[in-house]
């Protein structure tokens, strides 16, 4: 007996159907089984377009109202590693299925299982707090400051030691003035000269003593850890009307 045209193309369509059902996925119900969607889902799902696939089998789903299609929409999900979306439709699919499923359900509770299982739950890792300086950053900042200490010493000095000539300069040009003057003015001078020589030598040597210290430090504390031989070697100085510090580098 032949068969009639129309019945060997639906018996075709129905093997290709079949033919494209991946492994795990359940098979389609006779009212959508030569549905052109099917074939089209799981072909969009093999090639990565999670976004068609599920598509697809959700107008399946609401279309037929079987837990099926979201069966195979999970199955869609995880194959593409998309192990949250899968987990929540497989739970979705456990929660829809009827008991008469039992096979279906007992491989949706096997894949859920594996998928919770390869949920690797990592503790929010506190934040990092910053290590506090070493040494050699603490000394670095010492020798910052004492450096600029050091230079505000001199230049302190270098001011003491202008006071103390510019006073020298005024009492000589009165001295050699034809105008007469005063007592209390010409006292006046002579202190302001005496204090201003007091505090230079101190400024200079001091302000000089932590300049030199800040330099010593800083290269100090940039050099490598490794022994060295080399050595700074600081000694103030002073004289009449100056002072300061002689640094020298030895190898």
């Known amino acids: 007996m032949s068969v009639p045209p129309?019945?060997?193309g639906r018996a075709a369509v129905t093997v290709l159907v079949l033919s494209l059902v991946r492994p795990g996925w359940a098979q389609p119900v006779e009212e959508t089984e030569n549905d052109p969607r099917v074939a089209e889902a799981?072909?969009?799902?093999?090639?990565?377009d999670v976004q068609r696939g599920a598509r697809l089998l959700a107008e399946l789903y609401v279309a037929t109202s079987d837990a099926r299609w979201l069966f195979n929409q999970a199955r869609c999900y995880q194959q593409n590693r998309?192990?949250?979306?899968?987990?929540?439709?497989f739970r979705e699919f456990l929660q829809q299925a009827p008991a008469s499923e039992a096979e279906l359900r007992g491989r949706a509770s096997h894949y859920l299982n594996e998928l919770r299982a390869a949920q690797v739950v990592t503790p929010p890792q506190p934040a990092p707090t910053p290590a506090p300086p070493s040494w050699r950053g603490r000394l670095r900042i010492a020798s910052?400051?004492?450096?600029?200490?050091?230079?505000?010493g001199v230049a302190t000095g270098v001011v003491m030691s202008a006071r103390v000539n510019a006073v020298e300069t005024q009492i000589g040009?009165?001295?050699?003035?034809?105008?007469?003057?005063?007592?209390?003015?010409?006292?006046r001078k002579y202190a302001e000269g005496r204090q201003a020589a007091r505090w230079q030598l101190p400024a200079y040597l001091i302000g000089g003593g932590l300049l030199a210290a800040g330099i010593a430090g800083y290269l100090f504390?940039?050099?490598?850890?490794?022994?060295?031989?080399?050595?700074?070697?600081?000694?103030?100085?002073?004289?009449?009307g100056a002072g300061g510090a002689v640094a020298r580098w030895m190898f």
């Open 144 to 152: 910052l400051a004492s450096a600029a200490l050091g230079l505000a």
């Open 42 to 48: 799981q072909a969009a799902c093999l090639a990565g």
């Open 173 to 187: 040009r009165d001295g050699q003035s034809a105008t007469l003057q005063q007592p209390e003015d010409v006292d």
């Open 221 to 240: 504390a940039a050099s490598p850890e490794t022994p060295s031989s080399h050595a700074l070697l600081v000694v103030p100085v002073a004289g009449p």
């Open 82 to 89: 998309m192990n949250e979306l899968a987990i929540a439709r």
């Open 6 to 8: 129309t019945h060997l």
